[in-house]
């Protein structure tokens, strides 16, 4: 008896368009442009899910390096200083303060500047 995969076509199919959904013209309800279109976004999916990580932390760098030299200190040096007072905060939290509570992030500088001084 032959198989005629007629409901587990139509279901992987329909899974696929779903998948498609939104996409300009014929990439999002034709099967064969749609399966490309879905492979190729999911691989970017993947990709980004990495780069997304680096954007971020260059984004922080960026936030942080402004706020250190509005407090008279290069990033560069006010890193060294906070890993030479042992004051262990990363980035992310620093670029927070940054943005959000500038008077705690210079007394951090402050507290990085000393630390190289001495």
Do not use: H
Request: net charge positive; with cysteine.
């Amino acid at each position: 008896m032959r198989v005629k995969r007629g409901f587990a076509r139509r279901r992987k199919r329909t899974r696929l368009l779903k998948l498609a959904e939104g996409r300009v013209g014929r990439r999002g309800n034709c099967f064969k442009l749609a399966k490309l279109s879905v492979q190729k976004g999911l691989k970017y999916a993947f990709r980004d899910r990495r780069v997304k990580k680096r954007e971020f932390r260059a984004l922080w760098i960026v936030r942080i390096n402004a706020a250190a030299r509005m407090s008279g200190i290069s990033y560069s040096r006010l890193v060294r200083g906070l890993n030479k007072a042992n004051i262990a905060i990363d980035r992310k939290i620093l670029a927070d303060l940054a943005l959000n509570n500038p008077t705690a992030f210079a007394a951090i500088a402050e507290q990085a500047k000393t630390a190289l001084a001495a």
